[in-house]
Each structure stands twice: as structure tokens, then as C-alpha cells.
């Protein structure tokens, strides 16, 4: 036998296994989940180290007033679903505005969408809040204006201005061959805008329509600034209602944040994958 044919027909040989331990995966999801809960938990437990032999300890105050501080919590999701929802209708039409054939409604649209995206949130909370009345009146019937329903609308100003942008880019981001081919087959603008261009730009815009509802929903805590009576409002009273002890500041405080925390993290997490599953290039 040859050593070519000996070669060909020895039988192949298994390698052994590799049994060297896999290196560690870093997962920074995980890891800031376990830090913020940790994070908690060290402030309570301080806290209550801290506390007096007759105070409450600060994990039975926040189990004592959860109910009110979780209602709280509601009216700030409130606030910033009815902000969402009228700063992307006004939004919408900004943003056609600004891709208006019209030169002036597109430049009006341009001045008051740059205007209402750099200006602070503050500042535009504290105008709504001031020049808006405290009610209007309507063919003799009076309607009031609470101060949540003036935070709402001062907070749907910047939401507007940013989803014009958003809506904007997205319709920018479609090929010209597709208003080529649809103006070919006697498509008017507004057909080809409302039947054929918006309907591709929905997966475009929804990631960042999502991000924008968290800056929202996170930003609603200026709303105790002008006396709204929502979470951050209600976590002052609280800790006033316990006599102002400096331990129960940061659990107190510590779980608001965890409360916004459960509430948007999740959000962002949707937002990445509808990211990844909505890839257009």
C-alpha cells in the first residue's frame, strides 16, 4: 500500500473537546437593572439605620403611602399620553407644513418648528401656565382650565415641534422614485402624500416617536414646579407629612425614580427592537 492510498483510506480522527471555560458575557441591560436595585435597597436600609427607634422605618412609610405616591404616578402617564397624543396631531400637520409646495407656509412652519424645539420646556410650561386663563368662556358656558389640562398643552408645544422634524426626515427618507412612479400614474400630491408616502414612513417614524414619549413621560416632574399635584408634588408632601426626616429623603425619592424607571426602561427596550426590525436602507 502506498502512502497516498493509505492516506485515503485511514479512518478520520475525532479531536477531543475544547474544555476551556467561555469568558463571561457583559450584559449592560442587565447590570443596570441589578445596580439600580441595589442602589435602592442600599438607600433604604441606610435609611432605616438611621431612623429612630419609634419612627417608621422607611421601607413601612413608602409601603404606607404607596397608593398615593402610585396615583401620582397615573396622573404623570396622564399627562404625558394627552401631550403625546395632541403633539403629534399638531405635529403631523407641521410637518406636512414644512414640506408645503407654498413658500410661505413653509417657512411659517420652519420658524414655529425651530422656535418650539429649542426653546426650554420650562420656559414653555411657565408661558402656557401664566398667559393661558384660569377659564374660558364658550356661548355663555364657562369652562374651567385646570392647571394639569395648561401643563398638558405646554408640554404638547415641544412634542409638536419634535415629531414635525420626525415626520419631516421620514418623508424625506423615501426614494424620489416613488413619487416618480406615482406621479406617472396621475397620482395628485396629496395622493401621493396621504396613500403612498405615509403609510412607508410609519416604521420609520415609530422608534423615534417612541424615544420622544419617554423624554415626555420623564420630563412631566416639571409639572410640580408649577403646582400640578403629580408624583414628584406628592413625594414633598409625603416626606412633609413625616416630618421632614432627612432618612427618608432618598428612599422616598429613590422610589419615584424606580417607578419611572419600570415605566420607560421597557419602552426603550420595544424601541431597539422595532430599530433593529424596522431597518430600512
Known amino acids: ?29 442587565v447590570v443596570a437593572s441589578a445596580l439600580l436595585c441595589a442602589s435602592l435597597c442600599l438607600f ?40 403625546m397624543l395632541l403633539g403629534t396631531i399638531a405635529g403631523l400637520g407641521l410637518g406636512l407644513g414644512l414640506l ?11 420658524l414655529v418648528t425651530q422656535v418650539f424645539r429649542n426653546a426650554p420646556w420650562l420656559v414653555l410650561l411657565f408661558f402656557v401656565m401664566f398667559l393661558v386663563p384660569f377659564q374660558v368662556t364658550l356661548f355663555g358656558l364657562r369652562i374651567p382650565l385646570p392647571d394639569w389640562i395648561k401643563a398638558t398643552g405646554g408640554f404638547a408645544l415641544p412634542v409638536m415641534a419634535n415629531v414635525a422634524e420626525v415626520v419631516r426626515g421620514a418623508v424625506r427618507s ?16 396629496r395622493q401621493i402624500m396621504w396613500r403612498i ?40 408632601q409625603v416626606h412633609a407629612a413625616e416630618g421632614g426626616r432627612p432618612e427618608l429623603f432618598a428612599p422616598l425619592y429613590g422610589f419615584a425614580l424606580l417607578c419611572f424607571f419600570l415605566y420607560c426602561y421597557p419602552i426603550n427596550l420595544w424601541t431597539a427592537y422595532l430599530e433593529r426590525r424596522f431597518q430600512t436602507g
Not at 423615501?174 to 400630491?189: G, H, M, Y
Not at 416617536?209 to 399635584?229: F, K, P
Open 1 to 29: 500500500m502506498t502512502v497516498r492510498e493509505f492516506e485515503r483510506d485511514r479512518m478520520p480522527v475525532l479531536l477531543p473537546f475544547n474544555l476551556r471555560p467561555q469568558p463571561l458575557q457583559f450584559r449592560p441591560r
Open 44 to 83: 433604604v436600609s441606610a435609611a432605616s439605620a438611621q431612623g429612630g427607634k419609634t419612627a417608621l422605618p422607611a421601607i413601612e412609610v413608602i409601603a404606607k403611602w404607596a397608593p398615593l405616591l402610585l396615583t401620582g404616578f397615573g396622573f404623570n402617564i396622564l399627562i404625558s399620553a394627552l401631550s
Open 100 to 110: 408645503s409646495e407654498f413658500f410661505a407656509i413653509r417657512q411659517a412652519s420652519w
Open 174 to 189: 423615501v426614494p424620489s422614485t416613488q413619487w416618480e412612479a406615482a406621479d406617472s400614474l396621475a397620482f395628485t400630491r
Open 197 to 236: 408616502i405615509l403609510p412607508q414612513c410609519i416604521k420609520r417614524m415609530l422608534p423615534p416617536w417612541m424615544n420622544i414619549y419617554c423624554i415626555v413621560a420623564m420630563s412631566t416632574v416639571l409639572a410640580s414646579i408649577v403646582g400640578v399635584s403629580e408624583m414628584l408634588t406628592l413625594t414633598a
